[in-house]
């Protein structure tokens, strides 16, 4: 009923925040930059999450003028604001990112667009004035609805609990893994009865909705159609394939155990609660 499709992991080197604003763009993306490749100066306007599988990858940020190497096995969550990312070695860089709050169906970041001036930093060398030697073959782009029949009731991870609109946040933890993964899902196709880690989602096909038990009884809290993101944070729901067309999910997910396995549905029970809701146990 599924399949899967892993681009890579890697352990989160320091405890942050994901913000995830509803009405605004989600993008999560592979990239390899080239010997000598650089994005430029680059503003996020929201999180930029960056997670490096292969090489070394130097990291610049226009607040503090801070410069840093990130080497492969190593996710760094960066806040809102101007950074820029270089490759000075030798060999290819690969790495898994994600970005928030981005304007809906804008240049794809990294990879597109002309370099913002480069901050008055002492010490950093000139900016390419384009990105250069970025390429991102694999690219999901979402927006994440502002319509609170999408959203359903407002659940673990918002800051405002009777505000549906309000922005969803993921704690990221310091020593735990960020991944990357696409799911194929069938028609009919259920996940059962889970809570899952923090994650960012984008449904590139397909029809897709998530359960919940409230006040006793059972409840569609969510429905999303392609093109469509969300964030979900630790909560008990089930997901189903909605309709007669296949699904496809892909997930920027964050705090696994470290050195474990991805979490396939249906394996690693360590990470997942398989407990049924007491309203819903008729559903699976």
Known sequence: MFSSTEYGRAQQVADANVAVASGRDVVSS???LASGADTGWRTG???TVVAVTKGVLAVQRAEGCTSHDLGAGNTLVLPPGQFRLHNAG???VELLAAFTDLPAAGAAPLADGP?????ACAGFTAAAAAPTGVSAPNAFRGTVPTSAARQGPAHQGHADAKDPYAP???PV???KDAFMTTLSLQPGFSSGWFVHTDHLAILTKGTWAFYEGHDGKCHKVEEYRAGEAWAHGPHPHLGVVEGNEPAEITLF???LKHGE???VLGSNLDHFDFSTPPQCDRLR
Do not use: C, I, Q, R
């Open 30 to 32: 592979t990239f390899t």
């Open 45 to 47: 306007p929201g999180n």
């Open 90 to 92: 030798k060999d290819p």
């Open 115 to 119: 370099s913002d001036p480069a901050p």
């Open 168 to 170: 969803t946040v993921l």
């Open 173 to 175: 933890e310091a020593g």
């Open 253 to 255: 997910g964050f705090n």
């Open 261 to 263: 396995p991805l979490p």
